[in-house]
């Protein structure tokens, strides 16, 4: 069987591993205060042209979304986004937990607009009985494999400065995301465009990790103390760095997103060929194709797809998921496979 | 200069390296959920005699203690524990953004007894104006690389019982602790004097991860949406199991706690016979001696230790701290340094 | 200028001035332990024949709502709820400053069904990505001035005690809603229909104060100790028992609440004379008609409404709200001016 | 029997009673934004002299708190305080469970100096693995009936404004503090050494009531979204603009609270004659008289008192509490016991 369930399968990408081997025996100062952390932050604020944004390593998604969420809003505030976004389906109430309500706003394809931040803000009108707006996050790409385009990001950034709203971007996906072939966003404008984004490792070539580019210097203040209180302080922090090192070193990064991709894309092609309706048209390395129990079962005999929801009676949208780690001939097995359909 | 200033300055045994390597490309599911979580947990289930125990795996001490405790204690209750306590000093306030109070007892030595806890209890008398004590947080090691004895240990634990207390063992340093010479406490008998304990990674072979042994029933109920909700539920969890794995392999966890121990015993008998005195006789992988401000200038031509509290005009009491990677010729050069002084 | 804005703009009903000003010098234990609060709860728990529930006196609504739903919930819990209710809409995340997610379903009218909960109970799943409902919160009265009918509610009830949930019923209008003339529930079945339930008196002849009802006894153990943590420990707790003691003498509580409702239907009985549509159709002592801009300006030139909703371009739905203290000759007055509408 | 329990045992004062019986019936809006709110805002600025405050009211002094230091805190900064502070002892918490630690100093008298809390600062050393104070909280007069004196108090401020803490007074007994007869500050003085601070109704004349007087204009920004999401935002707010009025008009809060000091130094004359020890020499209107067992129960034929502690085998320290409402002729009669002990 090969498994085409989620983008952290396997571990690391080998040139991370070798990384975190060849550094082994090092000694280094703990919590993150180490040369590897810092040499991975200097790269990371070059790479994607933010020379004043502070930088900082946790080890998983649910975790970089509490911790900076909780940094950024007052006790009465809450955060708006997607109906779909992972804080507000698949965090457990992570954010809850820190006190803070996730304001909802249905999205198109996981994606909110501008005019719709607008309108929440509106409505608050800073009265005290309703929660206070205070932060918009978002994801890219989202949790439907979608994408931002520049026009709508810029206009949902203005937005957000209006309107005294500071934007997240959760890139725990964030290479597939810049790697679509319909982005028309460089990895070198995305922070101008928010006030903070993660760069995903865990769904990218590491073993885990996202660094936290808070590029908003009002925004920057005694992080570590937020990091350490809600226990993602790693002691061995220079884990993070290193595996950073390694994906930043020639633009791996990008590179392997953009094979995870192109993998997707491909099977795409095979599915839209095969007349098979998407549940979301995703252009990223997410489908998420509405497939008959038939078609299903036939898949099944070599595949493990994840169940999305059941669309019909008689059908089911699944998800398709590659990664850094999909190997070429298993997307042309699967891609004989859905011609056969 | 040689490093004796914690437990964590490098990365992992090379035999959890191995294991880490040789599983790196495997496609496992995710959170935990896979077959080398699986065989640590019945390993270390086995290793503790706690058949019935729940074996979870966090990244952190922080993060384990954090979400131990929090599954707990009900939300009025606090967590009584020494002054000296982990969680009282060194962790931003992580129990307390959980919402709970920190009630701390003089320690000595870093240890609390069972007269203490009873009369906390007593004072406590189920008055609404006051937190109610819910449990009791020790660690094994403490703090302060002392141990609790056997007799102090159940004593502590039957005081528990008695007024409905739950007891925890942060095991961040177990290894050390249960291979103290002058521990009189088996592995083996450790889930009988207690409702939860941690057995530490981090600080003893791993590059991380604490595992969670929730050896009492009534404490193991959906403790795995409280680590998703607090943010350590890890992606790729089999990176846990597959080090409690090649840790808990032959016995590797004590075999190199017990080669820390030893060489901070070698170190020990050297000050002792400088006749320097001890801030605390530990009696683990960490020495606190008093040095002179002379004494610790030409001790820091060659190595660095960890200043730990300055104790009068001239002198200092400072933290020698060994670990599964400290060299045995590192350690004779140290004690050769010693007995020049 | 008449008042028709809301509930609480007066102080108390003239009974429950003369039960303070008579008790006032009285010396009794601070806290809610004296015998007028021991009598109120008596007589609470006579007139809804629940012999054995727990009562408890506390301030407001708000505080009510986060101190009950904080003492039933577990840390990973949400509360299930009309997207309308009280809690998610208007008290400023005060649940989810308790850390707990609100869970909202699509209410018709303010009111959820039992297939609702359902549904939702089952797409959880005991999943640990999502937050589990561990109880559902309505009002009685809603928000838009409904009720349920006792055929609604105990399919509601059933449904929750299938799937482990506990129902609560926010009362802060339930004399306005048990004393609706399309009301088919006695009070004395209502604690057969929950776990708990409040008896507002902040808007119904009260000062201040809501009776919390847990007739549930697993969830009656150590409420005090919530009150107290969470600021609603009255020190001169006998002014709640003094209050609701004049309120449930004569059945005093649900006399002003009829009067309430019976001075509402006959301004509904105008409004429909006249073919003015109505938002919702409430049967309770709040109305929410539509009014064109020509109709409202009419109205106001005597009466103040409280405005809900812009509905087009040229009509707005608003609240007109009474209360125990509505004079009948105010509301001859506005129904001659409805009339001439 | 006569009782000293507490200052909290009878309703309010008569000119309060009054005033709340002749308003009873006015209309006014909710949530105190009402001219009796505005109204004793005023009032309580001029007196205090501090035109540009923000003055909210509270129902009480555990709510008062919570709100106040949940309003001023980072998430990962702590209240430093006394050890017998009631945010430490009676509250149940209700400080950490809004997330924060509160940090102790131990207190000589219930007194904490300037000297203490400039320590405490240089020890955090602004560190990430520690809890950073944001603020000191003192209460006027204390637990144990003591006052700050203008020196005392005037430097403990300085080492606040020096160390970026701010600087909160709980008042819940401010009346009994500042007539005090050995007390040097002037009313219209407080507002200068602090950044908040309490006016306590509750303890001095109110059914109930704490006004807080946010001095700092950094401070006063959306504090009434912190009060309503903790409960504390009372529908009927004028209830308490009300009593505040009537409390400030020609003086009565500090000549009720002088007349209940009197007192007390009446009673403290006559224990000093019988040459009973002090546990604390309190000079408001709390006396804590250490009595034999022989002494106690000869007054205890008469008299209620409050036990504080079992000092010794054969006494015990009690707590004697007067208030506005306490009558002279009970404490002539309590002064002859005492005189025939």
Same mark, same amino acid.
């Given at each position: 069987?090969?498994?085409f369930t989620?983008?952290?399968?396997e571990? =690391?990408? $080998?040139?991370?591993?070798?990384?975190?081997?060849?550094?082994?025996?090092?000694?280094t100062?703990g919590?993150?205060?180490? $040369?590897?952390?810092?040499?991975?932050?200097?790269?990371?604020?070059?790479?994607?042209q933010?020379?004043g944004?502070?930088?900082h &390593? *946790?080890t998983?998604?649910t975790? #970089?979304?509490?911790?900076?969420i909780?940094?950024?809003?007052?006790p009465?505030?809450?955060? /708006?986004?997607?109906d779909?976004a992972?804080?507000n389906?698949? +965090?457990? !109430? #992570?954010?809850e937990?820190t006190?803070?309500? @996730?304001?909802t706003?249905p999205?198109?394809? !996981?994606?909110?607009?501008?005019?719709?931040?607008s309108i929440?803000?509106?409505l608050?009108?800073d009265? +005290?009985h309703? @929660?206070?707006?205070g932060m918009?996050y978002?994801?890219m790409s989202t949790?439907?494999?979608?994408?931002y385009? *520049?026009s709508t990001?810029?206009d949902?950034?203005?937005v957000?400065?209006?309107?005294?709203l500071?934007?997240?971007?959760?890139?725990a996906r /964030?290479? %597939?995301?810049?790697?679509? $072939?319909?982005?028309?966003?460089? $990895?070198?404008e995305?922070?101008?465009l928010?006030?903070?984004?993660?760069?995903?490792g865990?769904?990218?070539?590491a073993? &885990?990790? +996202?660094? @936290?580019v808070?590029?908003?210097p %009002?925004?920057q203040?005694?992080f570590?103390y937020?990091?350490?209180?809600?226990g993602? /302080?790693?002691?061995?922090?220079?884990?993070?760095?290193?595996?950073?090192?390694?994906l930043m070193q020639?633009d791996?990064?990008?590179?392997?997103?953009?094979?995870?991709?192109?993998q997707?894309m491909?099977?795409?092609? #095979?599915?839209?060929?095969?007349?098979?309706p998407?549940?979301?048209?995703?252009s990223?390395n997410?489908? &998420?194709?509405?497939?008959t129990?038939?078609?299903?079962e036939?898949?099944?005999?070599? &595949? @493990? /797809? +994840?169940t999305w929801?059941?669309?019909?009676?008689?059908s089911t949208?699944?998800?398709? =998921?590659t990664s850094?780690?999909?190997?070429p001939?298993?997307?042309?097995h699967l891609?004989?496979?859905i011609r056969k *359909?």
């Amino acid at each position: 069987m090969e498994y085409f369930t989620s983008d952290y399968l396997e571990g =690391c990408h $080998p040139k991370v591993l070798e990384a975190l081997t060849r550094t082994n025996l090092e000694q280094t100062p703990g919590y993150g205060l180490d $040369p590897h952390c810092e040499a991975a932050a200097a790269m990371i604020r070059k790479r994607f042209q933010c020379p004043g944004a502070a930088v900082h &390593f *946790l080890t998983g998604g649910t975790q #970089a979304n509490l911790t900076v969420i909780a940094s950024i809003l007052q006790p009465y505030e809450g955060v /708006l986004c997607a109906d779909t976004a992972h804080i507000n389906t698949h +965090e457990t !109430g #992570a954010i809850e937990a820190t006190g803070h309500k @996730v304001l909802t706003l249905p999205g198109r394809d !996981g994606i909110i607009l501008g005019s719709q931040v607008s309108i929440a803000a509106a409505l608050q009108g800073d009265w +005290e009985h309703t @929660v206070r707006p205070g932060m918009v996050y978002i994801s890219m790409s989202t949790e439907l494999g979608t994408i931002y385009d *520049l026009s709508t990001l810029s206009d949902l950034y203005h937005v957000c400065q209006d309107n005294g709203l500071y934007l997240y971007i959760d890139g725990a996906r /964030l290479g %597939a995301g810049l790697m679509s $072939p319909i982005c028309d966003i460089q $990895p070198e404008e995305l922070a101008g465009l928010c006030d903070v984004f993660t760069v995903g490792g865990t769904k990218n070539g590491a073993l &885990f990790g +996202e660094a @936290v580019v808070i590029v908003n210097p %009002a925004l920057q203040k005694r992080f570590r103390y937020m990091m350490k209180q809600r226990g993602g /302080l790693l002691a061995k922090g220079r884990l993070l760095g290193v595996q950073f090192e390694a994906l930043m070193q020639d633009d791996l990064y990008f590179t392997i997103a953009k094979h995870a991709v192109d993998q997707a894309m491909l099977i795409r092609d #095979a599915l839209l060929e095969q007349e098979i309706p998407l549940y979301v048209d995703a252009s990223t390395n997410q489908l &998420f194709p509405v497939l008959t129990d038939d078609q299903l079962e036939a898949i099944e005999e070599d &595949f @493990v /797809l +994840e169940t999305w929801e059941r669309v019909d009676e008689k059908s089911t949208a699944v998800r398709i =998921c590659t990664s850094w780690a999909t190997r070429p001939e298993s997307v042309q097995h699967l891609i004989e496979t859905i011609r056969k *359909l």
